[in-house]
Nanobody
Framework: QVQLVESGGGLVQAGDSLTLSCVAS????????MGWFRQAPGKEREFAAA????????HYAESVKGRFTISRVIAKNTVHLQMNSLKPEDTAVYYC??????????????????WGQGTQVTVSS
C-alpha cells in the first residue's frame, strides 16, 4: 500500500507561481511512476503531468506544457509540480497519483493505482 499526501495549494493571482508537493509513504517509492491530475468544479478529472520512476521521462498535457514542471526527489519520496504563469482556468483540485505497472497512457487515470486526497489551487483573475 502507498499513501500519498499533497500540499502547497492555495489562492494566487493570475501570472503567479505555485509549487505543489506530494510525499509518498508505504511501499518502496522508487519503482513507481507518478502523475498529477486536476479536477475543476463540474468537470471531469484531467491529466496534467507525469514522470517515470527515474525522473528521466516526463509527460505534460498540452494545456500546461511550457508552464508546469514535474520533478521528483527519490531520496525524499517526493514529487513536485512547479506551476508558473498560472491562469484562472488552472483552478482545480490537484491530485497526486502513483502507478505500479508501466505500459498504457500516462494520461489515463485508470492506469494509476494510488491517489492522494487532493489540494485546492485557486487562481484569481
Amino acid at each position: 500500500q502507498v499513501q500519498l499526501v499533497e500540499s502547497g495549494g492555495g489562492l494566487v493571482q493570475a501570472g503567479d507561481s505555485l509549487t505543489l508537493s506530494c510525499v509518498a509513504s508505504g511501499r518502496t517509492f522508487t519503482n513507481y511512476g507518478m502523475g498529477w491530475f486536476r479536477q475543476a468544479p463540474g468537470k471531469e478529472r484531467e491529466f496534467a503531468a507525469a514522470i517515470n520512476w527515474s525522473g528521466g521521462s516526463t509527460h505534460y498535457a498540452e494545456s500546461v506544457k511550457g508552464r508546469f514542471t514535474i520533478s521528483r526527489v527519490i531520496a525524499k519520496n517526493t514529487v513536485h509540480l512547479q506551476m508558473n504563469s498560472l491562469k484562472p482556468e488552472d483552478t482545480a483540485v490537484y491530485y497526486c497519483a502513483a502507478r505500479v505497472a508501466y505500459g498504457g497512457m500516462w494520461s489515463a487515470s485508470n492506469n494509476y493505482d494510488y491517489w492522494g486526497q487532493g489540494t485546492q489551487v485557486t487562481v484569481s483573475s
